[in-house]
C-alpha cells in the first residue's frame, strides 16, 4: 500500500509493509464560510454575551488590540479593519488604538512580517508594537492567581481602556484549543509568568492536552489570567483547511470562546472505536514540519489513538534543524525520557523545555520512532536507537513484530487530524 505524506514542501511517497490492517485518518475540515465578511460585521454588531462592539467603546478613550503573531495562520487582515472602524465610530482617536502582536517568547515581528500579520494598509496606519517577553520592565504586574503564578502583562496592553482579542481556534497540544485567554498569556505575559504556565505543574496534568478543555488545569488558569487583565472582547474565527474563514465567534471571551470551541470540536473530531496498535503520523509538512521543536506536535495529537506501550512513527523534514538555541540545548539532556522528566522536576524552568517535556511524556509510555532528516546527527542520537536514516528503515523497524492484522492508524497530516478514541473523548 503506497501512501502520500505531508512532508517538507514536496511530500514523501512512503510503501507501507504488508501486514497491518491500516486505516488511513484524513484531515477533516469545516466548510468556508460564502460571505466571511458579512459573518463578521453581524457577529460584531450581536456578539454573545456582549453589547455591539460599538457600544461597548462609546465613552472609552483607549484601546488595545492583541493579535497573533507570524507563527499563526490568523486573518488579522480580514478581522481587524470592522473593529478598527468600530472603534473610531465610537470615538476612538486612531492614536489611542495600540495593536500589540502577541509573540510570547517568540521573537519579534520584522516590519517585514508586519505587514503580512495586519495587512499594509493597517500596517501604515496605525501603531503596531511588538511584545517583548525578555523584558520584565514592559509588563505590569496585576497579582497572583490562587493557583500561584505571578502575573506580568504587558503594561501597554493594560494601560488601556478597552482590551479586545482576535485570535483562531485549533488544537494546542496542552491548551485543548487555542484561541481567546491565549492571546494575553501566554502572548503577552512576561518570562517569569510563561515559566510557570508551562512548568512541570502544568505539563505533566493528564488533561491538558489537545482537545481538553473543561478539566483542563492550564486552560483554567489562562482564563484566571484573562480575567484579572480585563480581557472585554473577543473574535476568535475558525479556519477552513484553506485557511478561508468557516465560523466567527465574538463577544464575551469565556462563552464566545467556548462556542468556538464546540464548532470546531464538532467539525474536526475523528473517533475511532477502539485505540491502534501503532501510529505513523506526521507534522503536516511545511511550514509546521521545518524544525523538530515544532514537529513533535504530530507526536502528541496521534498518542490519543494508540494502545499504551503501542509505537509511533514521527516523519518530518525538519529542514531547519531542531529549533532555537534553548530548545537545542536542551535537547542534549535528553538521555532517557524517564531521566529527562526527572531533571525537570529538579531544575529551575529553562525556554522552551516543555516542548521536549510533552515528547518524553509520550515517550514514557509509548514506542516512538523518527524519520526526520533535518535533524542534526549529534541532535537525533539524543533520540536514541529509533531515529532513522531513511523513511524505509524506519518503516521496517516500525511494523517489526506487529501482528498480522494489528490496527495501524495512518495520519498524513499530522497535528490537523483530532482524533480521539470514543470512550476517552475529553470535554
Not at 118 to 138: F, Q
Not at 276 to 281: H, Y
Not at 347 to 359: A, C, F, G, R, S
Amino acid at each position: 500500500m503506497k501512501i502520500d505524506l505531508a512532508f517538507g514542501k514536496d511530500g514523501l511517497a512512503v510503501e507501507l509493509p504488508k501486514g497491518p490492517r491500516y486505516t488511513v485518518l484524513e484531515a477533516r475540515s469545516a466548510t468556508a464560510l460564502p460571505d466571511a465578511n458579512a459573518a463578521i460585521e453581524a457577529a460584531l454588531d450581536g456578539p454573545i454575551g456582549r453589547p455591539p462592539l460599538i457600544e461597548l467603546a462609546r465613552g472609552k478613550r483607549s484601546a488595545a488590540i492583541s493579535v497573533c503573531d507570524i507563527t499563526r495562520p490568523a486573518p488579522n487582515a480580514v478581522t481587524l479593519p470592522p473593529i478598527l472602524r468600530r472603534l473610531e465610530q465610537a470615538g476612538i482617536a486612531r492614536a489611542q488604538i495600540t495593536i500589540l502582536i502577541a509573540t510570547g517568547l517568540h521573537r519579534p515581528a520584522t516590519a517585514e512580517e508586519i505587514q503580512v500579520i495586519v495587512g499594509p494598509e493597517i500596517a501604515a496606519n496605525y501603531r503596531i508594537l511588538n511584545h517583548h517577553a525578555r523584558e520584565k520592565g514592559e509588563h505590569e504586574f496585576i497579582g497572583t492567581t490562587p493557583a500561584g503564578t505571578p502575573v506580568y502583562i504587558d503594561a501597554r496592553f493594560m494601560a488601556a481602556d478597552l482590551h479586545i482579542t482576535l485570535g483562531f481556534i485549533e488544537q494546542h497540544l496542552m491548551l485543548g484549543f487555542s484561541g481567546g485567554r491565549k492571546l494575553i498569556a501566554p502572548g503577552l505575559a512576561a518570562e517569569d509568568t510563561i515559566k510557570v504556565l508551562h512548568s512541570p505543574k502544568f505539563m505533566r496534568e493528564p488533561a491538558a492536552i489537545e482537545g481538553s478543555i473543561q478539566r483542563n488545569p492550564l486552560h483554567a488558569e489562562l482564563l484566571t489570567i484573562a480575567r484579572m487583565a480585563r480581557h472585554d472582547f473577543m473574535l476568535d474565527v475558525a479556519l477552513a483547511r484553506t485557511r478561508e474563514i468557516a465560523g466567527v465567534f465574538a463577544g464575551e471571551p469565556v462563552a464566545s470562546h467556548a462556542r468556538g470551541v464546540e464548532f470546531v470540536r464538532q467539525a474536526l473530531l475523528e473517533r475511532l472505536s477502539e485505540p491502534v496498535d501503532a501510529v505513523l503520523t506526521t507534522a503536516a509538512g511545511y511550514p509546521l514540519d521545518l524544525t523538530f521543536y515544532q514537529a513533535i506536535k504530530g507526536i502528541t495529537a496521534a498518542q490519543h489513538i494508540v494502545k499504551e506501550g503501542g509505537r509511533i512513527l514521527l516523519m518530518a523534514a525538519c529542514e531547519e534543524g531542531a529549533g532555537a538555541v534553548e530548545f537545542v540545548e536542551r535537547m542534549r539532556d535528553l538521555t532517557s525520557y524517564p531521566a529527562f522528566l526527572d531533571r525537570l522536576s529538579a531544575t529551575p524552568v529553562t525556554i522552551d523545555q516543555w516542548q521536549l517535556e510533552k515528547l518524553a511524556l509520550a515517550g514514557r509510555r509509548f514506542e516512538i520512532h523518527f524519520y526526520v532528516p533535518g535533524l542534526p546527527s549529534p541532535l537525533a542520537a539524543c533520540l536514541g536507537p529509533f531515529a532513522h536514516s531513511t523513511p524505509e528503515a524506519a518503516l521496517a523497524a516500525f511494523t517489526k513484530g506487529l501482528r498480522g492484522g494489528a490496527p495501524v492508524a495512518i495520519i498524513p497530516e499530522g497535528p490537523y487530524v483530532l482524533a480521539q478514541v470514543e470512550e476517552s473523548v475529553p470535554a
